[in-house]
């Protein structure tokens, strides 16, 4: 270079690497990534909270409200346990199939930011249960704690792991009863857990199929179990399921309550309902998130909502 000559800005060789561009994440991504993370799509397994209205014969009363405002609380919490859940298992779930492109997973939620939406969500849903009732608050509470420990390690404990599920499920249906101050049946709770235990044991051996070899390295706790084992473990829970739910509509205590021998004719929607996810569970290797699937299947979503019906014009009608 000549003396005196101003120096020219360097430029970019093959020995030099090349300008990395720095984005942050748009405010639009952020909140899509926030309600993906929330699984909207899971929030019908919060339609049990309603289990306690409708058999109650208050679903067309003012206690119908409160009903709604306790579904719309855990929805909240469930999704506070979903992003937990999501930061608990982001490494592993970087190496499954799908739930890598999870917004914790993939990175398009940091860890902080899920976090500490997830303590917004329970503190605010929490505050809000109190103010309807404190059994209710009480029972969201052990269940945002249960849920929690299921996210931190009982999923990893055999058996248990399926039961926690279960319990998850009565929790919100005894929540429910106990927000508008109505008692609800022991036979529903038992349905309720059965038929979310047969839920779980579907999810779970859908999983085993699914990832094959590399079942254990994604969830652990499938080591424990065995394809055989579930299979057999699904038959018990499907006919315990119908047994018991058969006999509720049965019982002299179910027939003086709503004054009606009606409620049987409603079993062959809840057979058929079984039926077809045991046929999507085996034969169309679906089942890994029922919730989703009762959204995508149409003759599954048309049977729960003729059985819906039919239950509603039994109990209010004839």
């Not at 709604?68 to 490494?91: H, Q």
């Not at 235990?197 to 994604?218: D, N, Q, S, V, W």
């Amino acid at each position: 270079m000549r003396p005196g000559a101003l120096a020219e800005p360097a430029t970019s060789s093959g020995s030099e690497a090349p300008a990395v561009e720095v984005r942050t994440p748009s405010a639009a991504s952020v909140v899509a990534a926030v309600v993906v993370s929330l699984r909207p799509r899971q929030w019908s397994k919060n339609l049990f909270v309603f289990a306690g209205l409708v058999f109650a014969e208050k679903l067309f009363t003012p206690a119908a409200a409160v009903a709604l405002g306790a579904f719309a609380i855990f929805c909240g919490l469930s999704g506070a346990i979903y992003l937990l859940n999501d930061v608990a298992d982001r490494e592993r779930d970087q190496r499954h199939p799908t739930k890598r492109h999870r917004p914790v997973a993939a990175g398009r939620l940091g860890v902080p930011a899920a976090v500490g939406l997830a303590v917004a969500l329970i503190v605010v849903g929490l505050a809000a249960s109190a103010a309807i009732d404190w059994r209710f608050a009480f029972t969201a509470a052990v269940y945002v704690a249960l849920l929690s420990a299921y996210s931190g390690w009982l999923k990893h404990v055999v058996i248990v792991d399926v039961l926690v599920v279960a319990i998850g499920f009565v929790l919100r249906a005894v929540a429910g009863a106990l927000a508008i101050d109505v008692e609800i049946s022991g036979w529903l709770l038992i349905c309720t857990i059965l038929i979310a235990l047969f839920l779980a044991l579907g999810k779970r051996r859908h999983e085993f199929i699914m990832l094959a070899g590399a079942a254990e390295r994604h969830r652990p706790i499938l080591h424990e179990y065995s394809e055989a084992l579930l299979d057999q473990m699904i038959a018990v829970v499907t006919a315990s399921t119908l047994t018991a739910y058969a006999l509720y509509t049965m019982s002299p205590e179910t027939v003086a309550k709503f004054q009606t021998h009606w409620l049987p004719a409603t079993l062959p929607f809840v057979l058929y309902g079984i039926f077809r996810y045991l046929y999507l569970l085996y034969r169309k290797q679906l089942g890994g998130s029922p919730a989703e699937l009762l959204l995508t299947d149409r003759p599954l979503f048309i049977n729960a909502v003729l059985w819906i019906a039919a239950v509603l014009v039994i109990i209010y009608a004839l």
